[in-house]
């Protein structure tokens, strides 16, 4: 079946740091694809998203590529600040106006 | 407010009880999606609608648990003879559309004794 997975958390960094959270997705067809992020407190929101091979999605110093060949769609970060430290989801969709199917989250931790 | 608002934001019921957890979304959004989180778990989806009527309902675990959304608008689910196992953060969505833009609540906590 269609489903998602991240690596495992928590992952501590210092701020500053370069930060890669993997993402890989086994679908039927080509999905869309999405991070969503969960701050401390605070309600899921959409973070980006990508909806075709190669396509780049990109927001707040947050990047992720659609990958087709390796089934990926790892979200990077140049440098994190304190304020990234949130839990993130991957997410597919694989129909127009379907359900959007989560993996696990990855717990991310900034440190000063 | 202007986002999507979940009442109660915390209930804690006895097993056996029946409960209800109400869902108001963004004003003009069709669909409403209810999503069920355990602790360290990603979202798992339970039902969605479209307008009034359930387009999927494929998640729903057993017949315990149902969803309406009357108008369009509000939703309630509701759970029947509560379990320990249902003990989660039950989140609700709602969504213009723009496939896969989910806007989330902050969940309803649900414990049951």
């Known amino acids: 079946g269609n489903s998602v997975t991240q690596m495992e958390g928590p992952v501590t960094l210092s701020e500053e740091a370069f930060l890669t959270i993997n993402c890989t997705y086994t679908?039927?067809?080509?999905?869309?694809l999405f991070w969503y992020v969960q701050y401390p407190g605070e309600g899921l929101q959409l973070l980006l998203k990508?909806?075709?091979?190669?396509d780049k999605g990109s927001n707040k110093g947050f990047e992720a590529t659609y990958r087709k060949e390796t089934t990926s769609f790892h979200l990077e970060k140049g440098s994190v600040q304190v304020s990234d430290s949130a839990v993130y989801f991957c997410?597919?969709?694989?129909?127009?106006?379907?359900?959007?199917?989560f993996g696990q989250g990855t717990e991310l931790s900034v440190k000063p | 407010g202007a986002g999507v608002s979940q009442t109660p934001s915390n209930k804690v019921t006895e097993k056996g009880k029946y409960v209800e957890l109400r869902c108001d979304p963004i004003?003009?959004?069709?669909?409403l999606y209810w999503y069920r989180q355990s602790l360290g778990q990603g979202p798992e989806f339970l039902i969605y609608?479209?307008?009034?009527?359930?387009?999927?309902d494929s998640g729903l675990p057993n017949d315990r648990f149902f969803a309406v959304r009357p108008e369009g608008s509000v939703s309630t689910l509701k759970i029947q003879r509560t379990e320990r196992g249902d003990s989660a953060v039950y989140l609700c969505?709602?969504?213009?559309?723009?496939?896969?833009?989910?806007?989330f609540g902050e969940g309803s906590r649900l414990t049951v004794l």
């Open positions: 609608f479209q307008g009034t009527g359930a387009a999927d």
């Open positions: 990508a909806t075709k091979a190669d």
């Open positions: 004003s003009g959004h069709t669909a």
């Open positions: 679908a039927t067809g080509y999905p869309s």
């Open positions: 969505a709602s969504s213009a559309d723009r496939v896969g833009e989910l806007f």
């Open positions: 997410a597919l969709i694989y129909n127009q106006g379907g359900k959007l199917i």
